[in-house]
């Protein structure tokens, strides 16, 4: 269900087209249908900006493709998450306008172009070369939902020169995404730089004492920086995802 | 060190009254001086959009009011966080522009009125009574950098209906924060309802298995909902800063 | 051993066919047997109200069939949980009566009609499709210990209103079971709509900062809604013999 | 507001008396009223048995009397938990129905008889003495909501004849709340005895490695009896609440 | 080198045939030998009561070998713990005297009878039978440092009664290793029955927040009766030794 | 009761003096009595080979003096852990016969001479000063249970010599509680050294990552040596009550 | 006892003045003493070329007294940790070459002049003024083993320029103690800067997610710079020490 | 870019050769360069003594490959690590001069000699053999960055005497780089017996309650020997560069 359907259907309730009763009948039923082991929340772009997306972390491929059945023919923009590269190659020969990004492990269905509907620029930066298939969800999911993103990557504190020259491109981003695991270290640099909100992305990337990305995470909460939250270990999707909200006009 | 202060100094360059290597000099030195204890960063204005802030915990009295001092002379607003009752009480005594916020434990210098900054509306929402304290914290955090905010208290999760009482408030708003405690809950079902971003605040409200807020804190970080992040628990004045920079025009 | 054997043995002391040391002796001898790894417990569904539950987890096949075969000839239902669909097809071409449930990798193995021992209606609830296998087995160990069970996939607390559009078929249960993983929201929504019994039960679905169930297990632990309880991580056959317990009449 | 005040206005709907549009808007504004730091929720009676109770852990003497004042009006008993001994003199003074309970630091207020309203015996037992406190606030919780409670203390898994003595009045029993810190074993021990539910109670009891109740609360998490589900680290009120929920007619 | 040889040595020292400087030298470079990667210890018999043992986890096939010749030509008895049973295939074609034990996956090494050196019986208790592995491993390391050691398995606290009708096995031992997983209750029951060692040994065995057995790690150290000391997690062969301590004339 | 009691209890059935059936009764009720908040369990001499310890931690004075009461009447020696000095004040002016020990907060009450029922010598070691109150509770509770027993303190690993330099007292012990906070090193260095069982007793003495006292506990859980077992945290009274059990004839 | 004593001691062994039995005998006896709670251990200075360190956490000014006495006429310089301002009054007025240094709460005792044994310069770096504390232990412990010590405090990563200020400083220094709570991030961004030896102190500053230093601990422990190693929380005494081993000719 | 390029440069700069400002151009630019997805730091060679390390984990060939490409023109010495034996021999048959360290997992590339540049020696020790890889890393570390260094393998110290046998090595060493996993005891009793520098290295060797090295580690930062630091979990890299910077003239 799209905005401008939903936008019709208000007009003719204004113009008395459309009773009153009859119009909240069809918002309460509308919204989902039953697919038998997931409810399609076609309700979702009107309250979140942008179509169901699909986790395909742990969901078979035939739920996969039956949930993008049931996408496909009222939205024109899907997004498909931590999807194995195998079962992309089977999702790829069915559904033509699917591209799949091997680095992110996401897929991307879009009927039309994608319009542009951000104040500004994204900017997201990654420490290391390891961090960067998080980076590249979250580079995705902002640019499916209507931005303008940049990246640059493997810029960690270890030589902080690298990312003081880059200080101007600082400059024109209205919203940073900063994605790092180890030491988790770069958001505080970043966010004592800049006056702009900084979005905070621990990764899993690092061993031992790291415990799976949790010694970032705790960097990442603690930084001394204001203007830094934190999302999820290796959630670049909600990190894309919120500075899109940020980022809206 | 004021923005006005800087841009005559770059004025006076772009002019030709003041040549590069002294405006170099002056930026180099200017920025902050030497207290023997602590470095008071003038720049901070220019990089964060806001004078540099007084963490009060763990500083005494004399500290506090050293810093105050160097401060007051070139800034017009001050915010003074985690302050205590009895500090507090010396502190009003001696700077007559103070005002202190008991409930938030924090105390404000303003020499002028604040200027509305902000693009809209940022709503504090809190699950329980005991969230407040946070939640006043992030409130007066953002409204000393110049934003209309507007407090919704006590419509956690477990009346639902309470929450749901104030959707339309839920409207106005162009960015949230949501301060929760013990299951920490409040920022998902937010976040679900509304598509604007979300700062999730963990507050150490709870008792056994909250550990101290880290309950809370893991639930936010795993939100199904998106549009989410999270800052340190109890960390009201790190979710108004970032408010205000979402919020900025 | 049967609930009737115990019965008429208790008869035949009362009539004074049966002498009191013998029947001691027999009590004490009988309720269990030695397979030489593991003891089984014929006395349970004496104390339990159902015959003993294989958790499957851990155990060979040859193990699994000895305990079988030593429960057969005397309790009418068993239920082996947690058993691979490989282990599953075997068993499946040994014992005529097996029912395997691959999506809980449940296996259950009935000789007659489960009789309705329930006082009204038991609801399963998930948050999210990746929770549906730990809550069918719990819908289907609850069922299999005579009770009716309805479930409802799929209504996490991001799209508040799939939950409250079933509003109506929460009044008609009596005791439900919430399954939830990443943020475990859902328990303290359903627990604050409702005024019956309600299990929650974290699952290990998520990533990053869910620390494989933790963080959900905390969320519900802390609940703000009154009459929750919790169970183990992924413990759906935990949450349905309680269930079961709670809707007994 | 009563449930009986709630049947009259549906009676005056149903018989025509009161308008579809007052009754909803009466039911719309009536349920909470603003006192400033806390929406007092009315319509709580009506969907989980039971008034408002005030957890006074962290509220001031101030706000506990204004919420008792607004709840007194229309609620015939009211429950406060984790209430200072200093904190309850004063109120004992103020509100003559009030009745203080040190061990367990409740207060209870009754305006008329409790009704009897389970269907048969709630029985609290303790591992220690020291888990006492921690009991006394389930059993009290579970008496002013209607319940007959019995008592066993000080039965814990190290002296297994103590608890074995009591077998009997395990039979009489429709539900179990177990109380327990240090090993948390006894939950295990009593679930294993009773084919009824069980509630588990992990306290904050011990020392060195019982992490503040986290020893206690992981063991009854895994307890491989079934029909155990847990609660927080001592709550005792929660433990109350779903017990009364479970007996319930 | 056997005590005897030692004893030998020190005897000479005693009639004057060796001078004591050629007796130290002969003790201190005999004990150990280089054997490039690590050092073979043979003082241990010495120290400890039994011959080196070679955890051959994370060790080569070809390590394994290396330190069995090492140690073969000087120690009537060898234990390899954590041995694969592929790795067991090849050593047991080579070494003629070793016998795998797969359950526990120890081998064990010996060229003559082992002699009885313990004062009494030592009893090795599992709660379910999927701690069998690691009892077998503490009753294969006791046995082989000569004691007399009898199993009972399957017997956890939610069955008590399986545990209770063993209560004369109890009387006539002299220590207890009690191996426990999930809510790693056993070892305090036990521990409450007895007035002798009880050696608890947390396993790994469950799922959930049993956090590789990290729950039963803690109930075991919080355990109520006394006379209970506790070793790592799944750590038979620790407690087989220290049994084997305990037993000693 | 002491044991002697139930010696001439048994030798009258034995003799017919005493009817079973009576017999069976005094067994049956003579064990505990009910003093309203805590069982106190006469059998345990029985079982432990010790009466009653009183952990008076979390106890009120009231209630240690009901249970010294009760004790004192039927048992000769008495033990009280975690005395606070005040109520042992008040304590030592009440019964004549208390003896308490300020170090380790332990008080014990002796109506005459201890016999010695050890089988050698307990050594009690500790790594630092800091670690001595635990030390001593040790020592007074492994003394009071009739055996022997030697201190050695402040011999910690990084001061190897000091420990070195007593090795021949190592020769003379049949078992060691080997006491360290910090790094918990002693034990394993101990266990290397001795063919004896060790009792590794973790403190909370410490600071930072000691996180009071988990660092000592795991390093003492992974020792390399064997022979080693755990108690909890700070329990010195487990480990005297281990002590003695291993120690018996 | 000074290493000249030593010295002398070795000297007349060469000369032949003392038998090598004697000079065995006093190096084994001299060494350490027993004051009946601790043994004061004067053969540190010879092993870690600084007399014993008292830390006075958690011992009584008697202990604290009784130990100087032992150690003031052995050694001409003496460092006390950790000793409250309360005790330290009461030793300042008994030992005249006492001085105490009240922000790290450190006392030394020197009777004469601290000669210059290192190599270069140890530069103290923190990140905040509440981590100076901490820094001061370092940095008064590296100054009495004989080095030149310099501080550069409130230099965090989220105001960079003002550590980059300091850049010519950086190379003047061979040695860096860096010092820093909350998010810890410092010594990555120092390490990255320099080419030396980089000693990292996390401290216990901070709130919620910093979990007493842990935060910090872990970031520094997975700091991607290389030449960094980290000592536990607040210990700026360990630090001090290593610092002063590093810059030893 | 070598420092002797860079010297050349300065040189020019020196004697007019080369304006400043096209100095500083040169080095704002060459440091590095952009590869797609990482900006190698040509830097670093003069920031930290040595080239670019590539840690090989989570690259793929090809992004190894790379790297290599563009870093061996520049610069004489590579150092890989984590470095897979299959992506190895690929890399071996690629670059002539490559070297592959099996059990280290480490490549070297070395086009000249390695000179002599550390002050003494650098001594690796371990506790036991699976230790052995992490120490291989740290010793080929620091042999490549220009050091002379030996090994002590499998000295634990449960069996002290073996490490004690080597006292006179230790006092050759300038620095210790001590490895041990399980109770990670060892750099404790090493560092009470030297007064060198100490780099302690947990290593992830263990099982149960060693949770993958957390237990080694927490051991070693609580150490009581002065003069430890610690690295994170099997960072033998990361010793052997702090070993190189402590060691350097």
Redesign the interface.
């Known amino acids: 269900m799209d905005i401008k359907i939903l936008q019709q259907l208000l007009q003719q309730v204004q113009t008395g087209e459309l009773p009153v009763s009859e119009a909240l009948e069809r918002l309460?039923t509308l919204?989902?249908e039953n697919l038998g082991?997931?409810?399609v929340?076609h309700?979702?772009e009107l309250?979140?900006?942008?179509p169901e997306?699909i986790f395909a972390?742990?969901?078979s491929l035939e739920?996969i493709r039956a949930i993008l059945m049931a996408l496909r023919s009222r939205t024109d923009h899907i997004l498909v998450t931590r999807l194995d590269s195998d079962k992309a190659e089977t999702l790829l020969a069915e559904f033509s306008e699917a591209v799949y990004h091997p680095v992110s492990r996401a897929m991307t269905l879009s009927r039309k172009e994608i319009a542009d509907r951000g104040r500004g620029l994204i900017l997201v930066i990654t420490?290391?070369?390891?961090d960067?298939p998080v980076a590249e969800e979250a580079l995705i999911t902002a640019r499916i939902m209507g931005n303008r993103v940049e990246a640059l990557?493997?810029?960690?504190?270890?030589?902080?020169?690298?990312l003081l020259?880059h200080h101007e491109l600082f400059r024109r981003a209205t919203c940073f995404i900063v994605v790092a695991g180890?030491?988790?270290?770069l958001p505080?640099?970043v966010?004592?730089?800049?006056?702009?909100?900084v979005?905070a992305v621990?990764t899993?990337?690092?061993?031992?004492?790291?415990?799976?990305?949790?010694?970032?995470?705790?960097?990442?909460?603690?930084?001394?920086?204001?203007?830094?939250?934190?999302?999820?270990?290796?959630?670049g999707?909600?990190?894309g995802?919120?500075a899109a909200?940020?980022n809206r006009v």
Chains 1, 2, 3, 4, 5, 6, 7, 8 share one sequence.
């Open positions: 309460r919204p989902f082991f997931a409810m929340d309700h979702r309250r979140q900006g942008f997306v972390g742990g969901k739920q420490a290391g070369t390891s960067i990557y493997d810029v960690g504190v270890a030589g902080l020169h690298r020259a180890m030491d988790g270290a505080s640099v966010g004592g730089l800049v006056d702009k909100p979005i621990p899993s990337v690092g061993y031992g004492a790291s415990f799976g990305g949790l010694a970032a995470l705790l960097t990442m909460l603690n930084s001394c920086a204001t203007g830094v939250a934190v999302v999820n270990i290796d959630n999707f909600g990190a995802c919120l909200l940020i």
